[in-house]
């Protein structure tokens, strides 16, 4: 009862903080004289302005024997052929000019924010599955008694981890790309991959190395090949417990994909700049994206933590 | 009833033969010096000596978990580390139970047993599980088949891990102070099993504690001090009638 009205409380004084930081996001945008206008962003999220079907040459529409609208050109060149599904606004022998709208199409299409989200969720989809494939080989062999192995995976490990992410996409995309040829989404790809194996590494290292050696022992006094008790035994007790810290490479790894932009791969972030440079509605735009973001990366924590509770089964 | 019976055809070869084993840890502990016996099939032996003498070290060497440094060990006429020996062949033949029963968590009771015959010896599905549910119901565990390790009780883990052990139909079994870790009122429950087993011809090598068990199951006990293998002798005058002044200390301090 007493916690009870304390934890009240507390929570009113949390939504009484953010209220108050909205606020004062909202005063300094006022103060800044800036005219908000969010309606100006739906259309780069969803776009459903009509599609116009516009009268390509001067000419006069009328009909064809089989009944299809067609506009007959003055100057005698080709008539331009009108689908006959299509609702003209416009009678038989009426004149149009060029550039004159026929009809329109009601529709909605996806707005180049989310055609840029669209981007970064498969660059980051890509490269979290090359990533985990590179990051259990590299862990794998981090742990391993042979020295070659073993000193290869560190310094992999060092180099990767000690030069910074925007730096390894540019010498992935001018050094590597251009001497393999790469595209740049494949150069983006490896790059984000590589990196993030990194990382992968070192937290598959860490679980394999918090399970207990009693239970390597038990699998190989059974008769298990080292690789069989790394598969059946070990890796998939090490997997749950980095379930945790994987989830935060993950999202890191999404956020990370934004740099890629530098290479103009046209992800949220690139899609974002590219908004803003022909709208001039900078701070929705920002805000938007980071929305977008926000979405991306809480959907991934939900379903990583909804499967760390199945996994919980055997605790 | 469950001693070793001398009447086996003398001309058989002991099942184990270890002869001058020497261990070195990479830090330098120098575990075992020299330790040469034989274990004859069906035999039950114990191993007795104080904390750190090498107990787990020898019979960790047994199954190769050890590298040894010196010296040879053969395993039903099988030289351990001559270069032709596929040791995880090697291994299917020995059993091994642990203190701490080192089950698998994230398997039941049951997938514990099963998974090492259907992962190595590519044994058929169906023989492996009628296999695994019979040792089951020999430790007396056929009711908690379908349990996590974490919702059973030590005594009952540790009865799963010799059922675990077994399910690889090994030749030997070895026991590292199988009753060390559990509360007492489940050692009964474990050292039964470990009977049984002796009854039916199992060859065992026993690391424990437990001295009203090598009194009455033990065809031999053995005395180590120091990595050095002192006294070897059967129960009654090991007990009864200790001939090395190490070993008088030894049990005096323990009775
Ligand atoms: N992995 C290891 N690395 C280095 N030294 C070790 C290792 N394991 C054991 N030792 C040392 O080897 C010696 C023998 O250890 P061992 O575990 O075989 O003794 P033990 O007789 O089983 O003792 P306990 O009754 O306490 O289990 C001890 O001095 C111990 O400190
Ligand atoms: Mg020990």
């Known amino acids: 009862m007493h916690v009870n009205q304390k934890n009240w409380l507390w929570n009113g004084v949390f939504i009484a903080i953010i209220l108050g930081l909205c606020a004062s996001v909202y005063l300094a945008g006022k103060r800044i004289d800036y005219s908000w206008n969010w309606d100006r962003v739906v259309p780069f999220i969803i776009n459903s302005d009509p599609l116009e079907i516009v009268a390509e040459v001067d000419g006069t529409l009328e009909f064809n024997e089989q009944g299809q609208p067609q506009i007959y050109p003055y100057d005698g060149g080709d008539p331009q052929l009108i689908d006959p599904t299509l609702a003209l606004s416009l009678s038989e022998g009426d004149m149009v000019y060029a550039g004159d709208v026929l009809a329109s199409i009601e529709q909605t299409r996806i707005g180049p924010l989310l055609e840029g989200l669209l981007v970064t969720i498969e660059i980051s989809i890509i490269s979290l599955l090359f990533a985990v494939v590179i990051g259990l080989m590299v862990g794998l062999m981090r742990v391993s008694v042979n020295p070659a192995l073993r000193n290869l995976a560190i310094t992999y490990i060092e180099v990767i981890r000690g030069t910074p992410l925007l730096v390894q996409i540019f010498i992935v995309y001018f050094f590597l790309g251009t001497v393999l040829e790469l595209e740049r989404f494949t150069a983006g790809v490896v790059a984000l991959s590589v990196f993030t194996a990194a990382y992968v590494a070192e937290i598959i290292r860490a679980g394999i190395q918090s399970i207990p050696s009693g239970q390597m022992e038990a699998a190989r006094s059974l008769g298990m090949s080292y690789p069989k008790a790394m598969i059946y035994v070990i890796l998939p007790q090490a997997f749950k417990r980095t379930l945790p810290p994987m989830a935060g490479q993950f999202i890191n790894l999404i956020k990370d994909s934004s740099l890629v932009s530098v290479i103009a791969i046209t992800d949220l972030t690139k899609a974002g700049r590219e908004v803003i440079s022909g709208n001039f509605a900078p701070f929705e735009v920002w805000f938007t994206v980071a929305l977008l973001y926000l979405v991306l990366t809480s959907a991934l924590s939900w379903a990583i933590q909804r499967l760390e509770r199945r996994l919980a089964a055997s605790d | 009833m469950t001693k070793h019976d001398s009447n086996q055809p003398a001309a058989e070869a002991p099942i184990i033969i270890a002869t001058d084993v020497d261990k070195i840890y990479p830090n330098g502990c120098h575990a075992l010096k020299a330790v040469s016996t034989t274990v004859a099939r069906g035999e039950v032996v114990v191993i007795l000596g104080p904390s750190g003498s090498g107990k787990s070290t020898f ?197």
Do not use: W
């Open chain 2, 59 to 255: 019979l960790r060497t047994l199954n190769q978990l050890e590298v040894i440094n010196g010296g040879s060990i053969l395993i039903d006429g099988v030289d351990m580390y001559s270069k032709g020996t596929n040791i995880n062949q090697l291994r299917e033949q020995v059993g091994m139970v642990f203190q701490n029963f080192n089950l698998f968590p994230h398997k039941t009771a049951l997938e514990n047993v099963m998974l090492a015959p259907l992962k190595v010896s590519g044994r058929e599905p169906k023989e492996v599980e009628e296999h695994a549910r019979d040792l089951m119901y020999k430790v007396g565990m056929d009711q908690r088949m379908q349990n996590y390790p974490s919702h059973l009780s030590g005594g009952q883990q540790q009865r799963v891990a010799i059922a675990r052990a077994l399910a690889m139909k090994p030749k030997i079994m070895l026991f590292d102070e199988p009753t060390s870790a559990l509360d007492p009122e489940m050692v009964g429950e474990v050292l039964d099993v470990m009977k049984s087993l002796a009854a039916e011809g199992m060859t065992m090598v026993v690391v424990t504690h437990e001295m009203g068990f090598a009194r009455e199951v033990a065809d031999r006990v053995l005395f180590m001090e120091e990595g050095a293998l002192l006294v070897e002798d059967n129960p009654d005058d090991f007990f009864d009638h200790p001939s090395h002044p190490r070993l008088k200390q030894f049990l005096s301090k323990i009775f």
